[in-house]
């Protein structure tokens, strides 16, 4: 089932995915999958940063939707990301090129999903000896 190969692409894609999930209910209506985790941005010129984001999933009739939500930075506090896109920001530039690499990350992340969720790996065939 695609509940059964999320959770197997989570595995594979996540270390700890056990310890990511925030909710996981395969009998509910819909059944549902929900994991938090961090992206790291690597900047050249910057200093490394962490994008904080939730991952719901639910799955129905041999189809499945995603919500990707909650991102934020990953400090003490919580700072959304629309801080990024405000005018009054100073350095325009570079909360640009911050949203571009956020972008990135995440592409990269769904791209992996999606993929998995077309294309699993095939099962291995238990031998006889």
């Known amino acids: 089932t695609l509940f059964k190969r999320f959770n197997n692409w989570g ?3 996540y270390r ?3 310890g990511k999930i925030k909710t996981k209910k395969q009998d509910g209506k819909p059944p549902v999958v929900e994991i938090g985790s961090w992206a790291e941005l690597d900047y050249e010129t910057m200093e490394s940063q962490r994008i904080k ?3 719901k999933v639910q799955f129905k009739d ?3 939707r995603y919500k990707l939500h909650k991102l ?3 400090k003490g506090y919580f700072f959304g990301l629309e801080e990024w896109i405000n005018p009054k920001q100073g350095a325009k530039e570079k909360m640009q090129e911050k ?3 956020l972008d990135q ?3 990269e992340i769904l791209s992996a999903m999606k993929d998995y969720m077309a294309n699993p790996p095939e099962e291995e065939k238990q031998s006889d000896w």
Request: aromatic residues 20%; without cysteine.
């Open 99 to 101: 949203l571009k690499t």
């Open 16 to 18: 700890n995915y056990d």
């Open 11 to 13: 595995k594979s894609f």
């Open 53 to 55: 984001y939730d991952l």
């Open 62 to 64: 041999n189809r499945y």
């Open 105 to 107: 990350k995440m592409n």
């Open 72 to 74: 934020h930075m990953d």
